[in-house]
Structure formats: C-alpha cells, structure tokens
C-alpha cells in the first residue's frame, strides 16, 4: 500500500554536500516518525537519524554536526542534507518510515536505497 521513492543519491568530492530525499506516496493516514539508515557491503545495517511526528531529531554520533533531517508535511517528503562528507560516508542510504494506516495500525516500511559514494 505504501511505497518510499529515494532520490539524491550520487557521487561527490570529499568536503562536499548532497540532499537526498524520500517521498512517501499510498494509503498513509498518520505520521509517527521517518528515519535514514546506511549500509557498506559487508557490513550491518547503521541508523544515521530520524525526526518524529512531534519535529523532534536524533543523530548518530558518526553524523552529528554534518546531516541535517527534515520534513515537508504537505508532500510526504523528508530530506537528509550532508554536508562535509568524507569517505567514510560513502554507503547505500535507506529510507525509513512509521505510518499509520486507515485502521490505525502501524507499520514500518522502507525504501529501496540509493548509491552516495564520497570519493575525489
């Protein structure tokens, strides 16, 4: 029913700056929270942020100070701006989200990733 689209994603120059987005479309009846996570082949899924339905945000240590999360209520929209990025950052970022549906259960859905890589 419900589907997230990601979109943003690219290549980049250490020290530079990309905003990814990721729109929410279907049958959505209520927000509780969206998030981003990031993954290197290999590696374990890391949770990088997330802003709940009241506007509240939480960073990752490895982020804090550099990303910046944000919603467009009106279009189901939330963004993640990077700014300063280094190799490290370099992963496939996923969206994350908690709707309600039309009789009120939440669920969690996810987004299919898109490629960042940081790298001169």
């Known amino acids: 029913q419900v589907q997230l689209v990601e979109s943003g994603g690219g290549l980049v120059q250490p020290g530079g700056s990309l905003r990814l987005s990721c729109a929410a479309s279907?049958?959505?009846?209520?927000?509780?929270?969206m998030g981003w996570y990031r993954q290197v082949p290999g590696k374990q899924r890391e949770w990088v942020t997330t802003?709940?339905?009241?506007?509240?945000?939480t960073y990752a240590d490895s982020v804090k100070g550099r990303f910046t999360i944000s919603r467009d209520s009106a279009k189901n929209t939330v963004y993640l701006q990077m700014s300063s990025l280094e190799p490290e950052d370099t992963a496939v970022y996923y969206c994350?989200?908690?709707?309600?549906?039309?009789?009120?259960?939440?669920?969690?859905?996810w987004g299919q990733g898109t490629q960042v890589t940081v790298s001169s």
């Open positions: 279907g049958s959505i009846f209520g927000f509780l929270a």
């Open positions: 802003i709940t339905s009241g506007g509240s945000t």
């Open positions: 994350n989200a908690r709707l309600r549906d039309r009789i009120w259960k939440s669920n969690d859905y």
